[in-house]
């Protein structure tokens, strides 16, 4: 695709197709031009809407020329889902007016608050895991899946400390929002092992815990490390590739998740597009050979029953 492509006196016209269970990656500014230019193999690209709430400009024209080929997934950072106040209706009016310019296959938000009486802090807070939490958190996600008119999925935490309210197990917790409001997960398998570490459970069996017919998106990303003292704490940065110890933890998901897509975020440090491309595909690559590993476990079960 051309520079011409970005030149459009018409409306774009929009494939409908349902994101692949395959790769795909959170699209950058620095990479447009190389997508446009080369017309990457890749499964598919997600966006933070919030970058796109404005009415026009060079974002959009370079997101609806990317659109017309490839299928979008819009992955919010700003609704707070797990405030007391409601969501507002402003920003959900934004995001609806965005989904319906560009149909995205999949629309996911956070678990986590970020605003209070009015005032926006630029992170994703931790939520203490009870009852009451439960409940607030349901409730803004069937605000926000009434107003879109379609079910969101909702990602996991990365947390570094542990509220001493917290009652409900973190999967228990996500499993009971999921339940009451009909949405799905988005399982970021990097945060579980990052939590795992922070705070000394086995991510294996946090894994196990989570249906995969829930899940219907998996994010990857890197992680740093930092000394605090004499602990080591694990800081979900997405600025560096996926290690090791996570793609283990993937490709053992995979085997039980064939149909989920994978994302691989780097938001931070961001390399050139051939190492973003190769992280992806290395994605590719391990949840086809845990598919097929789960294919033949299953008919050697079948085989022994």
């Known amino acids: 695709m051309t520079e011409k492509s970005l030149k459009s006196d018409s409306s774009p016209v929009f494939s409908t197709n349902p994101i692949p269970a395959r790769a795909g990656v959170g699209l950058k500014a620095e990479h447009y031009q190389n997508i446009l230019e080369t017309s990457p ?17 060079p974002p959009h024209k370079y997101l609806e020329a990317i659109r017309r080929d490839y299928p979008l997934s819009l992955h919010g950072v700003g609704l707070s889902l797990g405030s007391a106040e409601p969501v507002s209706p402003d920003h959900l009016a934004r995001l609806a007016a965005l989904i319906a310019r560009y149909e995205p296959a999949l629309v996911s938000e956070h678990v986590s608050w970020s605003v209070l009486g009015g005032a926006y802090f630029n992170d994703l807070l931790p939520l203490p895991y009870t009852e009451e939490t439960v409940n607030t958190l349901s409730d803004n996600i069937s605000r926000m899946q009434d107003a879109l008119g379609r079910a969101i999925l909702v ?11 917290s009652q409900i197990p973190e999967p228990e ?40 017919a829930l899940v219907g998106e998996i994010h990857m990303a890197g992680h740093a490390v930092e000394i605090k003292g004499n602990r080591e704490l694990r800081i979900d940065d997405h600025g560096s590739p996926v290690i090791d110890d996570v793609w283990a933890l993937y490709e053992g998901y995979m085997a039980r998740a064939p149909h989920a897509p994978t994302l691989i975020e780097w938001d931070r440090h961001i390399p050139a597009w051939d190492v973003l491309l190769a992280e992806a595909q290395k994605a590719d690559a391990k949840s086809a050979a845990a598919r097929q590993a789960g294919a033949q476990e299953g008919r050697s079960h079948a085989q022994s029953a």
Do not use: K
Request: glycine share 10%; with cysteine.
């Open 41 to 57: 193999d890749i499964g598919w690209f997600e966006v933070h809407p919030e970058n796109y709430m404005g009415a026009g400009g």
């Open 155 to 165: 990602e996991n935490p990365s947390t570094y400390l542990e509220f001493e309210a």
């Open 173 to 212: 917790f996500l499993l009971e929002v999921a339940r009451r409001t009909g949405c799905g997960l988005l399982l970021d398998i990097n945060n579980v092992f990052v939590c795992a570490r922070n705070h000394g459970f086995d991510p294996d069996a946090y894994l196990a815990q989570i249906p995969p």
